[in-house]
């Protein structure tokens, strides 16, 4: 973290800039050192305009025809406007960037993509839109995505924030058992041998740890309360990553009625399968398709061997993320409602992995390619030429067509190398993560940074000194805050350029040897010190205001 986007920027990149704070408009600038500076020891008669003197060399003259050429940390805004290279933002409202960011997870195919954009939502932010762009940067930079979190990684944590912390109105009640600030989801329609009812999912925050949980709520009363829901504590013993792990259950009448509600993890931005895919008619590719039926075999497997099943798995209680990570929600509905009381593990089981086909022919089956007429019949599901025949026996496979037993084993030999592909799509997203992670593991240097120099800049008084922070070294931090903060274009806008203020933060805290020339407010004065010099004196400066006050301290 310490290095700088512009390491060769010294030896390099020479820019003529068109801020003052660049571009002095004085010929004649004497160059001081640390030890010209003056002393904190002149006492309370020293004010701010001698200090402002004593930088100044007196009846400088101003030449236009000379320029101090300084190398700033990237190119400044205004001179990118002036060639015409201003960045501009594309069809999503995304910038484009000089590295182009992958997928987060690529195994989906080409629908991927098409999934994981649809939902803009958490396209654009102003951290994003300030970002250095790609048009600011020399070919010697090296690129933004190399200092910074990946891009489309970032655009997926800020909608997962943004969705936590949103709450929608309704008519909900604020708060139930130990979950506050509830939040209309999504309504679920269910079907079993019984008829048809309906879910409703709700977000809600924790009073006990602050996380937001998914509850399901149904207007169903139970006999034996208390009994039922200890049916619940088996599925928490459940942990796969397909699987939104079950927490608790529990009834309550704060809506007006006997309500039963199951609590789930909350995966922010993920909707279900049936209306991200199969009700807006998305056309997905076989690869999708693979990565579908191989992650809910994996979450299937963790199930089943707990000596659990699902029951009521199908497209609506599957969730899909943007990135395209499956979850199954409604875990231990069935068994809470005891819907099939008597029934047989084994044949539940085998509706669980039947109930994979049935989501496959409802995702093809929205292709009339897939579909096949025959005369005096209803139309049957059948995968198109554009599948391989791999799948094609996997979709036969699934729906009892080749052989009534089903068997996870079975899933994977027919997936062959696919198998591999999806464990790559994971490691890659792992390697994302463990890089991003290592990038932002001191990211709080430049904040630790800011603190002290803030701590000095601008304070009354220190130790009874009204002066202290405008002399000494005191004083150069105040120009170097100047210059990274407060740069202004020839006419007179405020330059907000973050890649400068991080450049430069860079530099200072790896105490870089190039040099950087600091102007007064009035600009009849000029330093030009090295970052390391600079750092010396924040150390020095923050080191003198914290170490403990001679004689007695104030009460």
């Not at 986007?5 to 390099?12: G, L, N, P, V, Y």
């Not at 329609?189 to 006990?208: C, E, N, R, T, W």
């Not at 922010?268 to 191989?294: N, R």
Request: net charge positive; proline share 4%.
């Amino acid at each position: 973290r310490a290095q700088t986007c512009e390491s060769k920027a010294t030896s390099q990149a020479k820019l003529k800039a068109s801020s003052p704070a660049f571009r002095p408009s004085t010929s004649k600038l004497k160059q001081l050192s640390i030890s010209d500076m003056p002393s904190s020891k002149s006492g309370a008669s020293s004010s701010s305009k001698n200090i402002s003197n004593s930088y100044s060399n007196s009846n400088i003259k101003r030449n236009k025809s000379k320029q101090l050429k300084i190398a700033p940390a990237f190119t400044p805004r205004q001179l990118l406007q002036k060639k015409g290279a201003d960045p501009k933002p594309d069809e999503d409202g995304a910038w484009q960037t000089q590295d182009s960011p992958s997928k987060p997870h690529a195994s989906a195919g080409t629908a991927a993509g098409d999934i994981a954009s649809a939902d803009k939502r958490y396209a654009e932010d102003d951290y994003f839109l300030k970002l250095p762009q790609a048009s600011s940067q020399m070919p010697y930079m090296k690129p933004v995505g190399y200092f910074a979190i990946d891009e489309a990684l970032r655009r997926v944590l800020t909608g997962e924030m943004r969705a936590e912390s949103t709450v929608v109105e309704s008519d909900l009640p604020f708060q139930i058992h130990n979950y506050c600030s509830l939040s209309p989801i999504e309504n679920i329609d269910l079907y079993d041998a019984s008829g048809s009812f309906s879910v409703q999912s709700i977000k809600a925050q924790s009073i006990v740890d602050g996380r937001h949980y998914r509850l399901h709520r149904i207007n169903q009363p139970l006999s034996a309360p208390q009994v039922v829901l200890n049916a619940i504590d088996r599925w928490k013993a459940v942990q796969s990553p397909g699987v939104a792990q079950v927490h608790e259950a529990f009834t309550t009448r704060a809506f007006g009625d006997n309500s039963l509600v199951i609590v789930h993890d909350y995966k922010p931005l993920a909707t279900s399968l049936k209306a991200k895919i199969i009700d807006s008619g998305v056309v997905v590719s076989e690869a999708f398709l693979w990565s579908l039926v191989l992650q809910l075999a994996s979450a299937l497997r963790a199930v089943h061997s707990a000596g659990l099943a699902v029951q009521l798995l199908s497209a609506s209680t599957i969730s899909i993320s943007p990135t395209n990570r499956v979850y199954i929600n409604l875990c231990g509905l069935a068994d809470v409602l005891a819907l099939s009381g008597g029934f047989n593990m084994n044949s539940a089981q085998q509706g669980d992995l039947h109930a994979i086909g049935r989501i496959l022919g409802a995702i093809i089956g929205t292709s009339h390619e897939n579909l096949i007429s025959l005369q005096g019949q209803a139309q049957v599901v059948v995968p198109g030429a554009g599948f391989s025949v791999e799948f094609k026996e996997l979709f036969s496979y699934l729906n009892r067509r080749l052989t009534p037993v089903i068997a996870i084993d079975d899933i994977l030999r027919l997936a062959g190398s696919r198998v591999f592909a999806e464990l790559d799509a994971v490691r890659r997203d792992a390697d994302l993560l463990h890089d991003t992670l290592r990038l932002e593991m001191a990211n709080g240097r430049l904040v630790r940074l800011l603190c002290k120099m803030n701590f000095v800049t601008e304070r009354a008084e220190n130790n009874m000194d009204p002066e202290w922070s405008e002399t000494g070294d005191r004083y150069l931090i105040k120009l170097f805050r100047d210059y990274v903060f407060h740069l202004v274009n020839e006419s007179g806008k405020p330059v907000a350029d973050m890649a400068h203020v991080v450049g430069n933060l860079n530099k200072l805290d790896a105490g870089s040897d190039e040099k950087v020339m600091l102007m007064s407010r009035d600009e009849k004065s000029c330093l030009v010190v090295s970052y390391r010099e600079i750092k010396r004196c924040v150390e020095d400066a923050y080191k003198e205001l914290v170490a403990p006050t001679k004689g007695k301290a104030w009460q």
